[in-house]
Each structure stands twice: as C-alpha cells, then as structure tokens.
C-alpha cells in the first residue's frame, strides 16, 4: 500500500494529544503537575523567541486539564484581537473577553451583569488616561484610583470577581476549583501594548484559585518598557527585570537546548516522503541543525517545505528523464552521474539547505566555488579585498590598529582546528568582515569539515563535483532570487544603505559587464569596462539623494566612451 505524504509543512502548533517529537515530555508534565498544584494565585510566564514551541506547549497543558471537570479553562489570543483593532480597543476586548468567561458560569444573573458594567465603566476610564500613565507612574495605583459615578473601582471589581470564583468551588452543579487562563502571542502584537495587557491583568485578575498562563519572550517586555526606563544597559537592567518578575511568579524557558531536534526533523521528512523508517541518522541531523539554522521549530518548518519542493523538482526532472530515454533524447550525462550513494545524497542536500537559510553568503559563494577545499588566500582576497583587516575602523581607531586586532584574533584562530587548513583560513577571512557571520565563522567552519571528514571522506577527490551537483538542486529555493544578486554579493564591504543598493542595481542594468570593486554604506567604487584604465571612481549618494561622482579628476570622467556616466548622472533615486 502506497502512503500518501504531505506536500509541505504547514506552519502551526503542535495540537494537544498529538506526540511530542521534540522531546520534551518531562518538562511539560513537570509544569502540568506544578500548575495541578499550586497555590493560587499565580501567573506562569513560557518564555522563549518567536517560534520556539510555546503555543504547542500550552496546548499539552489545556489538553491534559480538559477532562477534569473542576477546572475552568480560557483561552485568549492576544494576536487575533488587535487585528483591525485600535490597542485600545484591543486592550477592552481581551479584559471584557476574560470577565465574560469567568462570570458566565454564575447563577446570579443581576451580578453577572452589574459586574459586567462596572467593568466597562472602569477599563474605559483606565484607557481614557493613556498607555503612559498605565505603564508609567505606579500603574496600579493609578488603575485603583480610576473611580466611575456608580463608585466600583478597578479595587471592588476584583473583589467581584474573587467572590465569583469562590462561589464557583461551593455550588452543588459544575463547581470548579480552580480557573487557568491562557494569553497566547503576546509576543506578536506591538510591544508597549503587550506590556500594558500584562499591567492590567496584574491588577484585575489577581484572584484567588485563578492560574495564568502567558506565552511571552521576555524582550518583547524590554523593548516595551523602553519609553519608561530607556534603552536597556547593564545599569538599569534590573528595573526591566523588576518590572517582569512583578508580573510573572514563575518563569519557565523554552528548552530548546534540549530538544531532540533529529527525532523533530526525521519526523517531518518522514511526512513529506522525503525518507522512510527512521529518516537520516538523529545525530548528525542535530550536528548540522545546531551549526547552521538552529533548533528554532518554525526555522525547521522552512527548510523542510524547501526539501518538499527540491523532492518535487527532482522527481519532475526524473519523469522528464525517462520520457526523453523513451523518445531516444540523449541526455546531459551528468544527470546520470551518482558517486554517491542515495542516503548520503539526500544528507547532503539536507545539509546545504541548512547552510542556504542561515548564511546566503556562504551558501552564493560555494555555488561559484563548490570546492571548498580549494579555497585559499587568493580567493579570500578576490572576495574581500581584505577589508577584514579595517573592520571596524572609525574615528576613534585607525587602519593600522584594526588591522593589528585582525592579525592577532587570526593567529589565535590558526591555533585552533577550525582554522589549521587554508581553506578554513579563507574562510575566517570571508566572514570576519560580515557582523552576522563573523560570530558564527568557527561553526560554518564546522559544518563544511563535518561534510569533507564524514559525509564524504572517502570522496575527497570528486567533492567539488558531488558538492556542484546537488547545488543544482538547492538552487531553486535560494534566497538569492537572481544572479545579479550573486554577483553583488561578493563585493559588499559593508552594510550598504538602500540608496547605494538602488544604484547598484541601475549600474548593472545600463553595462551588465561592470566591474566593481566595492560596494559601501553610501558609495561604491569601481572600474567599469569601458572606463579609462586604472582609474577608479566613487559613486556617493548623501547629497538629496543624487548621484555624485569623484575620484582621480573630473576631466577624466569625459573619456568615458561608453555614456555610462552621462547616462547614470542623469538618475534620481527615492
């Protein structure tokens, strides 16, 4: 019987019942038992980045209290009520949202409604007075201070409600013992409102027997509080700290460190048909993963719907294969050509996918250089021009200085086996100048020597070959859509604002065989092949906007041949 997989991976959580195949039952029915047990009340904060797991894992925990009776459960997603919402409005609809919920359950129907309209009396007044005041001077004590005509207080409303979740335990029918309220994607919607929801629920739904539950990253609190307390510094790092242990009684972080992330992504890959059985080896799964794109699920979700489309590709590319073979079409030898065999294939590919997401620079220069082993010096330098050697020079540090901080954190880097072979010296140079790289350089060196020592150790001599083919194959999912992009790539020496950006683009356009030399922050330089010989020339575009040209003499410009520069000084850019 043939299994019918899924194309694609769609990018929701995990349902509660469903198998955990990150690994992490142990500190999911750890929270459940605490969360079963404690005393109330209290405010659970499941921490993490964007992506991580939080919404599968409180969906584990409201599905393992479903089935008891004497717990009440609500469920808010902040995300889904600030769309076409004002944050104010926003704001009203997730507190009205949690009262109605809690008070609907009781008999006393004048109460219920007398405390409904105390409510909106006092969430109104509470909004009338501004996000400043409610995340800025002793917000609480602003919020018990609001005070309507019929004299009910934000103080009196949780009297209410504490009264109503009490009577719930008593009663003879549907008594309920305690009430866990779910906020879910606080961390989507914008900061300051998210943290002034978490102000309010603070002082409303202080109640007894109630649990709270929110599904936060903590530096989404940070950056909301920066209109109070500022930018955050090792000075004043503890206000903001202050401020979320004040809300949150027990902090618990997502583990990813621990995920089982070969289990998590052979489980995907197994839906899509990509493997069968147990899928590619668990460990060198997680090897590659944690050098590359992380344990992030959602970041895990991507690349496995770019492996359902490159399976797509390749088997379109297969029934195109046998149909020319019917028809007698020869076809490109090297379609034919496997040296490795089909499991190592299918890593590789894996691995490369991985590398394409996390580091696109990486990944466009292995395209033009498939042989990795081969890199030295003299490609670092066509790729560089050893601008990792005035990184970071400013006012305040000359050339010569940065370039004596390069040469000693390189020495120390050739003292280590990331870096003891040329081609890993090249690589260090590559990715010292790139701020996102250069952090992560000794884990890219990783990944390409996991590749070379023991994906294809025996295969040293046709790697370049092995490693081109299956680009082939990655190629339709970059992130670098067109050649042009991969050809400016190599060039940038830093992060060029958009305006050099848009001039690049126009360069290529007008003379698709220009050469450059470098591509700035707000000039690009360069020796196009028509211009006068060794002569460079700046293109800046500080000046409203325009294009500006300097260089070796202005008289000089005028030998240009090609138009190329009347035709570029005739350009604007927005």
Known sequence: IKIMKKIGIIDEANPGGKKDNLGIELHTNSLIKFINETSTPITVGIQGEWGSGKTSLINSIHHSFESQEKVKQIWINAWEYSLLSSPEEALLKIVTRMIDELVEADPNKERVEKIKKGAQVILKGALRIGASATLGLEAGKVAEELTSSSGVSISALRKQLTSVVEEMAKRDTNPYEKVIIYVDDLDRIEPKNAVAILELLKNIFSVPKCVFILAIDYQVVVKGLEDKFGKQTAENEWEFRAFFDKIIQLPFMMPM??????????????????????????????????????????????????????????????????????????????????????????????????????????????????????????????????????????????????????????????????????????????????????????????????????????????????????????????????????????????????????????????????????????????????????????????????????????????????GLTQDLAKLTFS
């Open 257 to 562: 460190g621990q995920y089982n992330i070969g289990q998590y992504v052979n489980s995907l890959l197994v839906e899509i048909g990509f493997v069968e059985g147990d899928g590619l080896d668990d460990l060198a799964v997680r090897e590659i993963i944690m050098r590359t794109i992380g344990g992030n699920p959602r970041s895990i979700k991507r690349l496995v719907n770019s492996v359902s489309l490159i399976q797509i590709f390749s088997e379109e590319k297969q029934i195109a294969q046998e149909k020319n073979k019917k028809e007698g079409i020869t076809s490109d030898p090297n379609d034919d050509a496997k040296s490795i065999n089909q499991e190592d294939e299918k890593f590789i590919l894996f691995a490369l996918l991985c590398l394409q997401i996390a580091f696109p620079p990486v990944y466009s220069l292995l395209s033009r250089e498939p042989n990795f082993i081969l890199w030295n010096d003299e490609l670092a330098f066509k790729e560089t021009n050893r601008s990792e050697e005035r990184a970071g020079a400013h006012a305040h540090k000359t050339s010569e200085e940065t370039k004596k901080i390069f040469d000693t954190e390189f020495e120390t880097a050739k003292k280590t086996d990331d870096f003891n072979e040329e081609w890993e010296q090249a690589l260090f140079r590559i990715c010292y100048g790139r701020p996102r790289l250069k952090p992560r350089a000794a884990d890219i060196s990783k990944f390409f020597s996991y590749i070379k020592d023991d994906l294809l150790a025996d295969k040293q001599e046709d790697l370049g070959s092995i490693i081109s083919e299956i680009l082939n194959k990655t190629s339709v999912t970059s992130v670098i859509s067109t050649e042009q992009g991969q050809y400016l790539d190599q060039f940038v020496k830093s992060e060029p604002n958009a305006g050099i950006l848009k001039v690049s683009d126009a360069i290529l356009k007008l003379d698709p065989d220009f050469k450059f030399k470098s591509i700035n922050r707000d000039y690009v330089t360069f020796q196009g092949s028509n211009w006068p010989g060794k002569l460079e020339f700046q293109i800046v575009t500080r000046k409203r906007q325009k294009i500006f040209f300097g260089g070796a003499g202005c008289c000089e410009v005028r030998n240009d041949k090609s």
